[in-house]
């Protein structure tokens, strides 16, 4: 298989397991638009755009476990991590789907989902979740 060929099969299947695993949730928060919008853009990005997620979405999990080490939601260093969950989120969505109000939709869906809590639980410590929550709240306020 040649290398685009696989990049365009990682692509896909990183988008059917996020239907999989949340399509139904987001469908009904987001409405099916909002959805597809997010799925043709994951699928039409370059390798570029690919990686460029992919290292944000790691360095957010370092910044959290920085940010956490702080103790405030409102630090410099919680700011930051902040401004790169927004990066990725408007990375993962396309241009003109970012909102703040959506993103704090998001923040909150974090909380009522045991998936987004214990993934960013296992990547940064207990309690990650709800710290990267509340800085979210305090930047996007």
Same mark, same amino acid.
């Given at each position: 298989m040649s290398e685009k060929r696989a990049f365009e099969a990682l692509k896909? #299947?990183?988008v059917s397991v996020n239907e999989r695993t949340y399509g139904k949730e987001a469908r !009904?928060?987001? &409405?099916d638009d909002a959805v597809d919008a997010a799925n043709d853009r994951l699928r039409s990005a370059s390798r570029e !755009?690919?990686?460029? $997620? !992919?290292?944000l979405g790691e360095a957010i999990n370092e910044q959290l476990v920085l940010a956490m080490a702080t103790g405030d939601p409102a630090s410099e260093e919680s700011e !930051? $991590?902040? *401004?790169?969950h927004a990066r990725w989120i408007q990375g993962h969505w396309g =241009? &003109?789907?970012?909102?703040?109000e =959506?993103? *704090?939709g998001l923040a909150q869906m974090y909380l009522a989902d045991d998936?987004?809590? =214990?993934?960013y639980d296992d990547a940064a410590g #207990? &309690?990650?979740? #709800?710290? $990267?929550?509340? =800085?979210l709240e305090s930047y996007l306020s």
């Amino acid at each position: 298989m040649s290398e685009k060929r696989a990049f365009e099969a990682l692509k896909n #299947e990183k988008v059917s397991v996020n239907e999989r695993t949340y399509g139904k949730e987001a469908r !009904e928060r987001w &409405g099916d638009d909002a959805v597809d919008a997010a799925n043709d853009r994951l699928r039409s990005a370059s390798r570029e !755009e690919w990686d460029d $997620l !992919e290292q944000l979405g790691e360095a957010i999990n370092e910044q959290l476990v920085l940010a956490m080490a702080t103790g405030d939601p409102a630090s410099e260093e919680s700011e !930051e $991590l902040a *401004r790169m969950h927004a990066r990725w989120i408007q990375g993962h969505w396309g =241009a &003109g789907r970012y909102t703040p109000e =959506a993103h *704090r939709g998001l923040a909150q869906m974090y909380l009522a989902d045991d998936r987004f809590r =214990a993934y960013y639980d296992d990547a940064a410590g #207990e &309690g990650a979740t #709800e710290f $990267l929550v509340k =800085a979210l709240e305090s930047y996007l306020s």
